[in-house]
């Protein structure tokens, strides 16, 4: 089974620039989640996908950060204009839908996009 | 919110040596916990889980957790650690909303010399 697909692995920009980091999660997933890893920090998730709609994006700094998952499959994040503290690593994680009274099906990651502002 | 507090940030330790990791949370309701490792270059993946059931959870390559809800904590044991174990370890929780969301400790960057 193919899992995460994540692309670039790394980018480095200036501040002030912009950036689109793709993601194609595991074929019948239907939740797509992207973190923010900061070095020497956990991973902090920015902002969920079910299909093509968002269900959580409270952690999203919509000013700069954008989010699109139009056919409920493939996804693109977006950092427009980048700043130095926007250095990360990006996951994508997918994961089935929860079902049968669950709240949690596991979460598959992706390699990740390491972005450094310069 | 839910918070995930990870005690030790590195632990280096020698092939054969017994490990324990601390990880507490902070959740007043029903949850699920999580560890995840991700070894050098590769994946974050997940190492083992609880959701309900026995509190003592068995994952994969000889870890297991031990979830005490009066002590809100579900430490991460192994008796007898590899070289092979160096990476990184995340606690963490999710609490029930529905909507799988995870919440990560800093995570523990674990060192094992041969």
């Known amino acids: 089974e193919a899992g995460v697909a994540q692309s670039p692995r790394y980018k480095i920009i200036e501040k002030r620039q912009s950036v689109a980091f793709w993601c194609n999660p595991i074929s019948g997933h239907a939740t797509l989640y992207w973190y923010q890893q900061i070095l020497g920090q956990g991973p902090k998730l920015l902002i969920q996908?079910?299909?093509?709609?968002?269900?959580?994006d409270s952690q999203l700094p919509k000013d700069r950060f954008s989010a699109e998952r139009l056919k409920g499959v493939d996804s693109t994040l977006k950092i427009q204009p980048a700043k130095l503290e926007d250095s990360a690593v990006y996951l994508c994680a997918s994961s089935l839908v929860p079902s049968g009274g669950s709240s949690y099906n596991e979460q598959f990651f992706g390699p990740g996009t390491r972005l450094t502002v310069l | 919110a839910q918070s995930v507090s990870q005690h030790n940030h590195h632990v280096i330790l020698s092939e054969a040596a017994s490990l324990e990791l601390g990880c507490n949370y902070s959740y007043g309701g029903t949850v699920n916990l999580f560890w995840y490792v991700q070894y050098p270059g590769q994946h974050l993946q997940l190492l083992l889980k609880y959701f309900s059931g026995d509190p003592l959870v068995k994952g994969i390559k000889g870890f297991e957790a031990e979830f005490i809800k009066s002590k809100f904590s579900f430490n991460l044991r192994k008796p007898s650690v590899q070289w092979s174990d160096t990476a990184e370890y995340f606690c963490?929780?999710?609490?029930?909303?529905?909507?799988?969301?995870?919440?990560f400790g800093k995570g523990t960057m674990l060192l094992v010399s041969p």
């Open positions: 963490a929780v999710n609490g029930g909303s529905g909507y799988s969301t995870l919440t």
């Open positions: 996908f079910q299909n093509n709609g968002v269900v959580d």
